[in-house]
């Protein structure tokens, strides 16, 4: 699953992944594990490509599984080594949310490394919102290439999951279907 930060990820991915019977992961958490430390102190302490090089590796680890919701960190398909990889490993779902709910979802958090300044400091909800469309405008492209892409903010989160997971199993179905017919 992917999504820009405050999307749903973290929030439906469960609710999917027991819905389908499958494992969740949170690929942020996994990295905060592995690491031993918060993202944002990784951040701090160590750099962006230092973070994109674990979030590579600990992804690597994740695709090798089957039956598995990855909730996606935000910017993972910027990386393009990262792209290709769950390109050719699963099916990618984008939880699309219109910028206004993404401002207002994210307008308070104090953990979302993007959306500090420079010195780590709280931003107004004026330049929050203009990071979020520079971001936003530079993910977007890879965001639209995934297979489902389900709206987040015109439903109930339940009825959100009952679309998901309708749509994956079709999706998987017809895949499952696609395959059969190469071989025969």
Known sequence: MTGFSGSGKSTIGP???NSLGYEFVDLDQ???KKAGKTITRIFDEDGEAYFRNLEMMT??????????????????????QSYT???K????????????????????????????????QKLSREEIEEKI??????REPRYETAEITVQTDIQ????????LTRKIERHVRNASASSEEQYN
């Open 15 to 17: 609710l999917l992944a």
């Open 30 to 32: 996994a990295i905060e």
């Open 59 to 80: 992804l690597q680890a994740l695709v090798a599984h089957n039956d598995m919701v990855v909730s996606l960190g935000g910017g993972v398909l910027e990386n393009d």
């Open 85 to 87: 990889l769950i390109q």
């Open 89 to 120: 490993s699963g099916t990618l779902v984008y939880l699309k949310s219109p910028i206004t709910t993404l401002i207002r979802r994210l307008c308070n958090k104090t953990d979302r490394p993007l959306l500090r300044g420079e010195e780590g």
């Open 133 to 138: 469309e520079a971001i936003l405008t530079r």
């Open 156 to 163: 109930r989160v339940g009825s959100t999951v009952e679309e």
